[in-house]
């Protein structure tokens, strides 16, 4: 059976075209965010990936420029759904050369003309390897992360910096196959360290997450690690340890890859 990755925010979109393609024979997965997309991709690729430019968390475009990385998540066919009129938009994004662009809102006919053509030529789906080689430093403070990322760069560690959960969420998106380690604020505005600890295990349960705290408010230690985190650090922490830590943490995570 042909598959599709259906990655659209809209509720009532997204279920209709699901709908409609099953009925046709295919078989339908569903994501709502860049994130959830990336994650999907990354276990497997699909015969077919419809995609909204407008998605959450990483956007379509997040996705396309992975694609045009890694030429092992690339499906098929891509067909890149859009609400943006302006071709200037379009014309500016990175694009893999098996993207398609339909305005939406998209007909029901074009879509199966579409996936029924890529199910003619469709391989089926492919699984996909991983490798990590960089630290994601989610903090709300400028100076803790500044002070990170320049002793782990010191280190040979490449290190993305995010100032939010929705931020970092994104750096998954956009770089989460090159993360080891991610060390993670607790007490932040917005998303604080838990919940965007759960976002990331929805897109990648096997990433090593290290939370940091000078007041973990609500949360207590011991509930903070059942939650998976792989160690706690509490401000001011000694770099030393905390280099050591990531270190050994990266270690095992590119150990088990390189095992799998």
């Given amino acids: 059976m042909p598959t599709v990755l259906l990655a659209e925010a809209d509720r009532d979109l ?25 994650a999907k991709l990354r276990r497997f690729v699909p015969d077919m990936l419809v995609l909204d430019l407008e998605l959450p968390w990483g956007g379509g475009d997040g ?14 066919r891509v067909i890149l759904m859009s609400g943006i009129h302006s071709g200037s938009v379009l014309d500016n ?18 879509l199966l ?12 789906p492919r699984l996909v390897g991983r490798q990590r080689r960089g630290i994601l430093v989610v903090d ?6 500044a002070s990170l990322q320049e002793n782990l760069q010191n280190e040979g560690f490449h290190v993305w910096a995010a100032g939010s959960g929705d931020e970092a969420l994104d750096h998954c998106c956009d770089h989460g196959a090159e993360i080891a380690v991610v060390l993670l604020d607790i007490q932040m505005p917005g998303l604080d360290g838990p919940q965007t600890l759960a976002g990331i295990r929805a897109y ?6 290290c939370f940091m705290t000078g007041d973990s408010g609500e949360y207590e230690p011991s509930d903070l690690l059942r939650q998976g985190a792989r160690h706690l650090f509490a401000k001011p922490f000694r770099m030393d340890e905390v280099v050591r830590v990531v270190r050994d943490l990266a270690d095992q995570s590119l150990g088990q890859l390189q095992e799998s």
Avoid: W
């Fill in 14 to 38: 997204r279920n209709g075209y699901s709908d409609f393609l099953s009925r046709h024979g295919f078989q339908v997965d569903t994501v709502t965010n860049g994130l959830e997309c990336l």
């Fill in 63 to 76: 996705v396309l420029a992975l694609l045009c990385e890694d030429s092992r998540l690339v499906p098929t």
């Fill in 93 to 110: 994004l990175a694009m893999p050369p098996v993207v398609q662009t339909l305005a939406k809102p998209v007909l029901l006919s074009a």
């Fill in 113 to 124: 003309e579409h996936a029924s053509s890529t199910a003619s030529n469709g391989a089926g």
């Fill in 140 to 145: 709300d403070e400028f100076a803790v992360r």
């Fill in 204 to 209: 990648d349960a096997d990433i090593p997450v």
